[in-house]
């Protein structure tokens, strides 16, 4: 069965960094594009990064452009989220999610609760 683990989240003081970390088994990793969701409490789930199949092209919302860097490592089946510059409304539960469109894979993983505050 696939799974997906999410690691790293915790508390971090504002201005501060995080780096998350997302490893991903039962599958070929290789073969989905990965991507970091949020949802804070009270509202709905967001984007906030993807990235192709090869690690080729990314693309983040636009409210953490410039301060978060999504990376993976096909070799260890490992997405990462960098997260830098944090502000308290980045406050939230961080998901994982891998996807593969061709056939309809969208599989999900428990989360991580990042928390910005001093």
């Known amino acids: 069965q696939v799974q997906l683990v999410e690691s790293g989240g915790g508390l971090v003081q504002p201005g501060g960094s995080l780096k998350l970390s997302c490893e991903a088994s039962?599958?070929?990793?290789?073969?989905?594009?990965m991507s970091w969701h949020r949802q804070a409490p009270g509202k709905e789930r967001e984007l906030v990064a993807r990235?192709?199949?090869?690690?080729?092209?990314?693309n983040y919302a636009d409210s953490v452009k410039g301060r978060f860097t999504i990376s993976r490592d096909n070799a260890k089946n490992t997405v990462y989220l960098q997260m830098n510059s944090l502000k308290p409304e980045d406050t939230a539960v961080y998901y994982c999610?891998?996807?593969?469109?061709?056939?309809?894979?969208?599989?999900w993983g428990q989360g991580t609760q990042v928390t910005v505050s001093s």
């Open positions: 990235i192709s199949i090869d690690g080729g092209s990314t």
């Open positions: 999610n891998a996807a593969a469109s061709l056939w309809s894979a969208n599989y």
């Open positions: 039962g599958m070929t990793f290789r073969r989905y594009a």
